[in-house]
C-alpha cells in the first residue's frame, strides 16, 4: 500500500474517532463508530491481519453498531435544560478523572516496565512461532469458540428483543 492511501486512512480513523466521541447526537456518533470499525478493518487487512479484519468488520462495525443503533431507538431525548445539568453534575463529577487516570498509567508503567520489556520477542526467536491461523484455529481454538459464543448470544439477543418488541 503506497503512502498516500495509508495517511489517509489513518486520517479517517482519527476523523472518525474525534467525531464519534464530540458528536452530541447518538445516532450520528454510533455510525461514526461504524466507520472507524470498518477503516480499522481495512487497515487490518491491508496489515494481513485477516481474521482479526473479518471480526472487527462483523462484530464492531456490524453487531455492535445494530445494539447501539436500537438502544438508541429506544430511550427518551431531554430537555436542553436537562442536558445542562446533566453536562454540570458530571463536569463537577469527573473533572480529577484524567489526572487520575495519567497518574494511574505512569505508576503501572514504572512498576511494569521490567515485565513488558520480557515480553518483547526478539526477531530471532520469531521464527519459532506459528503462523497466525495455526495458533488461532490450533491452539486457541476455545478463545475463538468462547467469541463465536458471545456473537451468536448477541444476535439471539437482539432477535428476541425485538420479536417481544413486536408483540407489545
Same mark, same amino acid.
Given at each position: 500500500?503506497?503512502?498516500?492511501?495509508?495517511?489517509?486512512?489513518?486520517?479517517?480513523?482519527?476523523?472518525?474517532?474525534?467525531?464519534?466521541?464530540?458528536?452530541?447526537?447518538?445516532? !450520528?456518533?454510533?455510525?461514526?463508530?461504524?466507520?472507524?470499525?470498518?477503516? @480499522?478493518? #481495512? #487497515?487490518?487487512?491491508?496489515?494481513?491481519?485477516? @481474521?482479526?479484519?473479518?471480526?472487527?468488520?462483523?462484530?464492531?462495525?456490524?453487531? #455492535?453498531?445494530?445494539?447501539?443503533?436500537?438502544?438508541?431507538?429506544?430511550?427518551?431525548?431531554?430537555?436542553?435544560?436537562?442536558? !445542562?445539568?446533566?453536562? !454540570?453534575?458530571?463536569?463537577?463529577?469527573?473533572?480529577?478523572?484524567?489526572?487520575?487516570?495519567?497518574?494511574?498509567?505512569?505508576?503501572?508503567?514504572?512498576?511494569?516496565?521490567?515485565?513488558?520489556?520480557?515480553?518483547?520477542?526478539?526477531?530471532?526467536?520469531?521464527?519459532?512461532?506459528?503462523?497466525?491461523?495455526?495458533?488461532?484455529?490450533?491452539?486457541?481454538?476455545?478463545?475463538?469458540?468462547?467469541?463465536?459464543?458471545?456473537?451468536?448470544? $448477541?444476535?439471539? $439477543?437482539?432477535?428476541?428483543?425485538? !420479536?417481544?418488541?413486536?408483540?407489545?
Amino acid at each position: 500500500m503506497n503512502l498516500p492511501v495509508i495517511v489517509i486512512l489513518l486520517a479517517g480513523l482519527v476523523g472518525s474517532a474525534l467525531l464519534c466521541v464530540l458528536l452530541n447526537d447518538l445516532l !450520528k456518533a454510533s455510525v461514526s463508530m461504524a466507520v472507524l470499525s470498518a477503516i @480499522l478493518a #481495512i #487497515i487490518m487487512f491491508a496489515l494481513s491481519a485477516d @481474521l482479526a479484519a473479518a471480526l472487527e468488520l462483523s462484530v464492531c462495525a456490524g453487531m #455492535i453498531t445494530v445494539v447501539f443503533i436500537s438502544a438508541i431507538s429506544m430511550t427518551r431525548t431531554r430537555t436542553e435544560e436537562e442536558n !445542562k445539568a446533566r453536562v !454540570k453534575d458530571r463536569r463537577k463529577r469527573f473533572a480529577v478523572l484524567p489526572v487520575i487516570l495519567i497518574v494511574a498509567l505512569c505508576a503501572a508503567l514504572f512498576i511494569f516496565w521490567p515485565e513488558l520489556n520480557a515480553l518483547i520477542i526478539e526477531p530471532e526467536a520469531a521464527g519459532d512461532l506459528a503462523s497466525g491461523s495455526e495458533t488461532l484455529w490450533g491452539k486457541r481454538l476455545v478463545d475463538l469458540l468462547g467469541q463465536v459464543v458471545i456473537v451468536l448470544v $448477541g444476535v439471539f $439477543g437482539i432477535l428476541i428483543f425485538f !420479536k417481544e418488541d413486536e408483540k407489545k
